[in-house]
Nanobody
Framework: AQLVESGGGSVQAGGSLRLSCQAS????????MSWFRQAPGKGREEIAS???????AYAESVKGRFTISADNAKNALYLQMNSLKSEDTAMYYC?????????????WGQGTQVTVSS
């Protein structure tokens, strides 16, 4: 299985980016997919995910600005990021667990860099 992110780049504060994650080699359930990020000198944190009832969950730091979505037919995951701040600068990772109830190993993409300048 492979996860490949794209869409990162450099943007000014207040701008927007849309990250994409294309999965191949395994069909993940939406509820098993999420976005993480890791800023320089910090640990990796989960910032957006799907809950079992179909709703979405976000870290407080991105709530109201980021939106996670998925296209099951394309086996793809997306992250729309609006009103970007300098503190959003980080490497962004797509992650997905295998299995019907997401108990399998977590697969990771290689990451895509997002840099926000103030």
């Amino acid at each position: 299985a492979q996860l490949v992110e794209s869409g990162g780049g450099s943007v000014q504060a207040g701008g927007s980016l849309r990250l994409s994650c294309q999965a191949s080699g395994y069909t993940y359930r939406r509820v098993c997919m999420s976005w993480f990020r890791q800023a320089p000198g910090k640990g990796r944190e989960e910032i957006a995910s799907f809950l079992r009832d179909g709703t979405t969950a976000y870290a407080e730091s991105v709530k109201g600005r980021f939106t996670i979505s998925a296209d099951n037919a394309k086996n793809a995951l997306y992250l729309q990021m609006n009103s970007l701040k300098s503190e959003d600068t980080a490497m962004y990772y797509c992650a997905a667990k295998r299995g019907i109830i997401c108990t399998g190993d977590r697969d990771w993409g290689q990451g895509t860099q997002v840099t926000v300048s103030s």
